[in-house]
T-cell receptor
């Protein structure tokens, strides 16, 4: 399977703990996105990478959130000192550059975070 | 700021019916519009991508249209089946930016 892969699929943690999610994009895609989705809502943009460069960040991405894509391949999203309001589905997507199938997003299955 | 609205929020139809889902957006300077399907607790599956220069795209029983001037897109599903039951989301990318703005979705139930 060469789709977008996310791990873990489900994480339950206690308030105040740190959590990290990993995303492996489709191998030839150089653009990677993180979104957050709460129940009954559409996904909300968090951040975007082109290769290893983080080019856009949403105001939703507070100081407790950090994302990296160190070698331009997989990406990690870390949440420090988790709060109950962080409970959500964290979705990763990748897309091909213009000149390919321009801008089509492909999503992974998501990582669901539950903060107790 | 781009705002995307989907109406209705929920829809229930008998199997075999043709149906239309609506998506409207406030900024007509879009780069593309994409329709997704989401099953409960799952990620998003891409259905159709329409570039700003296109009027419609078709895949099997699905047809999506785009009218930039009126800020609207529709997703037409022909001969609906119970397996089509899911939430359908539209997403709009504004030209020059990578951020994609999603609607809140239409939850479709097809009754056998």
């Amino acid at each position: 399977d060469t789709g977008v892969s996310q791990n873990p699929r489900h994480k339950i943690t206690k308030r105040g703990q740190n959590v990290t999610f990993r995303c492996d994009p489709i191998s030839e895609h150089n653009r990677l996105y993180w979104y957050r989705q709460t129940l009954g809502q559409g996904p909300e943009f968090l951040t975007y990478f082109q290769n290893e460069a983080q080019l856009e960040k949403s105001r939703l991405l507070s100081d407790r959130f950090s994302a990296e894509r160190p070698k331009g391949s997989f990406s990690t999203l870390e949440i420090q000192r988790t709060e109950q309001g962080d409970s959500a589905m964290y979705l990763c997507a990748s897309s091909s550059p213009p000149g390919g199938e321009a801008g089509e997003l492909f999503f992974g299955e998501g990582s669901r975070l539950t903060v107790l | 700021k781009q705002e995307v609205t989907q109406i209705p929020a929920a829809l229930s139809v008998p199997e075999g019916e043709n149906l239309v889902l609506n998506c409207s957006f406030t900024d007509s300077a879009i780069y593309n519009l994409q329709w997704f399907r989401q099953d409960p607790g799952k990620g998003l599956t891409s259905l159709l991508l329409i570039q700003s220069s296109q009027r419609e795209q078709t895949s099997g029983r699905l047809n999506a249209s785009l009218d930039k001037s009126s800020g609207r897109s529709t997703l037409y599903i022909a001969a609906s089946q119970p397996g089509d039951s899911a939430t359908y989301l539209c997403a709009v990318r504004v030209g020059g930016y990578q951020k994609v703005t999603f609607g809140t979705g239409t939850k479709l139930q097809v009754i056998p």
